[in-house]
T-cell receptor
Framework: DAKTTQPTSMDCAEGRAANLPCNHS???????VYWYRQIHSQGPQYIIH???NNETNEMASLIITEDRKSSTLILPHATLRDTAVYYC????????????FGTGTKLQVIP | SQTIHQWPATLVQPVGSPLSLECTVE??????LYWYRQAAGRGLQLLFY??????ISSEVPQNLSASRPQDRQFILSSKKLLLSDSGFYLC?????????????FGDGTRLSIL
């Protein structure tokens, strides 16, 4: 499975955009990049995923570099409720694949 | 819209006691269902997954078992709990077989074994 590398922690001012980077230099051509987050004591929440193109939904935007070796999750206007651990994962292809989290990035949104 | 329910939210059990955790999904048919465990300070470990009623695949040998008696119901059980069974148990669902189908998680059950 392709591994991912994320910063351990980040701070973001409330109302500002939060940009969370992820490196996945060993990603294969047909592997998707997924982002989840986990607020303390809750289950992980799916945010967004993508293959090659940039993606946007009501929660966030996902920017994937042309070589697909890295990506950035953007929360356009961070709120205090966005404080959580954010996980970037690469899903292997085929079958009913498990979700495997690394250590993630602890995002602290500061008032 | 689809929703997933897990209960109980927290559970404290003595060593050697039985266990039954339940998960149900609403708003979708024939979902793929998963049980994960998240130990403190560690990542997710897939325990079981199911693609249909009565069909269970186990990822790791363990003291636990799973059953799927109905299309949208997934149960995690144990006959005799061990101390090492403590953890945060998460149920998840997805649909289809495509690689672009996300898994959606419930709010989990925090299990403490005394």
């Amino acid at each position: 499975d392709a591994k991912t590398t994320q910063p351990t922690s980040m701070d973001c001012a409330e109302g500002r955009a939060a940009n969370l980077p992820c490196n996945h230099s060993t990603i294969s051509g047909n592997e998707y990049v997924y982002w989840y987050r986990q607020i303390h004591s809750q289950g992980p929440q799916y945010i967004i995923h993508g293959l090659k193109n940039n993606e946007t939904n009501e929660m966030a935007s996902l920017i994937i570099t042309e070589d697909r070796k890295s990506s950035t999750l953007i929360l356009p206007h961070a709120t205090l409720r966005d404080t959580a651990v954010y996980y970037c994962i690469v899903r292997p292809t085929g079958g009913y694949q498990k979700v495997t989290f690394g250590t993630g990035t602890k995002l602290q949104v500061i008032p | 819209s689809q929703t997933i329910h897990q209960w109980p939210a927290t559970l404290v059990q003595p060593v050697g006691s039985p266990l039954s955790l339940e998960c149900t999904v609403e708003g979708t048919s024939n979902p793929n269902l998963y049980w994960y465990r998240q130990a403190a300070g560690r990542g997710l470990q897939l325990l079981f997954y199911s693609v249909g009623i009565g069909q269970i695949s186990s990822e790791v040998p363990q003291n636990l078992s799973a059953s799927r008696p109905q299309d949208r119901q997934f149960i995690l059980s144990s006959k005799k709990l061990l101390l090492s069974d403590s953890g945060f148990y998460l149920c998840a669902w997805s649909v289809g077989q495509g690689d672009d189908q996300p898994q959606h998680f419930g709010d989990g059950t925090r299990l403490s074994i005394l």
